[in-house]
Each structure stands twice: as C-alpha cells, then as structure tokens.
C-alpha cells in the first residue's frame, strides 16, 4: 500500500477535505494524517473519509493538534520527559489520536519515543559535515563525545519513555491499532540505534511495530552512526512501514525520491506488499516534483 502525508499540504487548507481530495488529485488511495492537522481540518476529514473519496493509512502522533496548536508538533509532549505531568500530557493526546484512527479507520499510528535531554550534538556535528569535516578529527571528536554523553545520561529518560509506551499499549491494543515506533535522525532521540534490537526484545508484542524513515536512516548514515541497508535489514522482522522521502546534502530531507543521496534501489529487498509506504514530502515541493518522485519510487519499489 502507498500512502501521501498530509504533512505536504496541511498548512495551505482550511478544508480537510479540499486538502484529502488534493492528495487524491495526485492518484493515491489512501492518505497519512501527521502530526500538523488542526483541529479545524477534522470536520472535512471526516466528511471525505465517510463519503468514500479517501482512506487513511496511518496517523502521526499527535494527531489532531491539541487545542489551541497550530503548527506541527510531534514532540510537544515527550514520552522521556522528566516531569509527569508532561508524560501524562502525552499519554492523554495519545490516546486522543488513537481514538481519531478508530474514527477515520486507521490500523497505524506512528510514534516519537522522546528524547534524551542534553546538548544539541546533531546539530553541530550537522554543521560540521556541511563544512566539509566528516574525516576529521575534530567531526570524530565531536561524535565519540556525543554517544560519551548519551550514553552516561540515557537511562531515566529511556525508563521514562518504555513505562510511557508500556501504558499505551494495551490501549492500542483494546482499539485493534498497531504501534509504529520511528527511528529518528538526531543521535539524542530515543529508541537509539545501539538499543533498538533490545527494544524490540523487551516490547515483543505485534501491537508493538518497527518504523523505517527512510530520511533520517540517511541521515544516520551520513552522520557515522549506522549502514543505512544493514540497519534496515537488521530490523526487517519487525517493519510495519515507512515514512518515503530522500536527502541531499548536507543532511536537507523530506526531498523527491531519485533526487538525493539514498539508495531506494539497496532497500528494495526488505519492501514487502503488506507494509504501509508513506510519501512524506517537504511542502516546499512542487505537485509536479511530487509526481515525479513518486513515479521514481514505483519504478523502483514496484506498484504493490
């Protein structure tokens, strides 16, 4: 199954349905919800799902916004977040886009796990590799201390997050959703890459899914971390789905397929028919860049 984002063109409607007709426009099915659809888009929303003209794939938590937020937010409230209130937050919004994927008959929600609080290492190691210093020393420097850090830091924020997840789960279950749980480009979010065969093996129900984005495993990639293939191989038992866009340097994603540095040809062999393939394109995309990204991945991926 292929899917579009709204993440595209949410923030150019004030009609949800005029923005799900315009994905429909563009030859898709079905349609993910992310995590910027307002809560005055719901109405439209539900008028074109009930009428037939689209399905959902998939939701991106949180989804809608909550109240009184306009802009996209994913990691408004973090499931590591030191304070309980703020888990607690997350929990009750959670549960709010659980029910919205009961509505709009949705089977995925897709998750952000949190993060670990320290300083911004991406960021500058980011910079680093725009200036030309990935071999050097200064760049290996940089990114030992970084997982130094990490690692010294992550354990009440990686406690924090997996009792979050753990009251989560079985109300997904109870609602029939399954868990897609993203891997994320900064080396400071959580599940991290060096945990997430571990993560898997604590959180082993099927309600609990693996979510490859294909931009930010390139971005790991380039950034030293992981292989992009290997690391998707590696997790491929577990893959619900993915969120599709490429990455051209240094590190700018959400691009057309075929127009940046991932090798959608290398990934081809652990796409199945039955995962959820999600195009996630930056807004600053045309319709006709769109189309032809979308026509380069088929080609590639096959039509299923």
Known sequence: MYAFSTCWNSHRHTDGRAMLREI??????????????RLSLVEGILQAVDAGEIRISSLHNFCPLPMG?????????????QFARERDLAVKNTLKTFDFAVRVGAPLVVLHMGSVEMKDYTGR????????????PRYEACLAEAIERREARKEPFVEYAHDTLRRLIPEAERRGLRLGIENREALEEIPFETDLRFFFREFSSPTVAYWHDT????????????????HLESFADRLAGFHIHDVKPPCRDHCAPGTG???FVALRPWVRPEHVKVFELSPSLSA???????????RVWGEG
Do not use: C, M, W
Request: hydrophobic share 40%; charged share 25%; no cysteine.
């Open 24 to 37: 429909r426009e563009l030859g898709f099915e079905y349609a993910e919800l992310s995590h910027g659809i």
């Open 125 to 136: 190691l980011k910079e680093l590799l725009a200036a030309g210093q990935r071999q050097s």
């Open 69 to 81: 937020v306009t802009h996209a937010a994913p990691n408004l409230f973090q499931f590591s977040a």
């Open 261 to 263: 540095q991932v090798d």
């Open 288 to 298: 006709d860049e769109v189309r032809e990204g979308v026509a380069y991945l088929r």
């Open 215 to 230: 931009g930010h495993a390139q971005i790991k990639e380039e950034l030293g971390l992981i292989h992009h293939v290997l």
